[in-house]
């Protein structure tokens, strides 16, 4: 059974930079790896994925440029580092995977899905 921890959230101010990871156990190094956020009221929305083999990254259009995406497959750990983070950034972070090859942005095509990391950040 394939199970993901998603960690590294907290509480910080606009500016400020949160590394977080996600953790996979029981998954094939192939699967694609993405991750979304959740903000109170809003839909849940793509942040960005990446490839089994870490190449090919893309993230949403809306964000600023400061988010990261990386993988360890030794580790099965997926990572999003997060510069420069605003208020709007907000948001139950969750990591998730799929079968396929390429990154997806819509929710419905990740299979499997963490429980979530709280990010809130204060202007």
């Not at 090859?101 to 204060?122: E, I, K």
Request: proline residues 3%; contains cysteine.
């Amino acid at each position: 059974q394939v199970q993901l921890a998603e960690s590294g959230g907290g509480s910080v101010q606009a500016g400020d930079s949160l590394t977080l990871s996600c953790a996979a156990t029981g998954s094939t190094v192939r699967y694609t790896m993405a991750w979304f956020r959740h903000a109170p009221g809003k839909e849940r929305i793509f942040v960005g994925g990446i490839s089994w083999d870490g190449n090919g990254p893309n993230y949403a259009d809306s964000l600023s440029g400061g988010f990261e995406i990386s993988r360890d497959n030794d580790k099965e750990t997926l990572v999003l580092q997060m510069n420069n983070l605003e208020p709007e950034d907000t948001a139950v972070y969750y990591c998730a995977e799929r079968a396929g090859r390429r990154p997806s942005a819509q929710t419905y095509d990740y299979r499997y899905w963490g429980q979530g990391t709280q990010v809130t950040v204060s202007s």
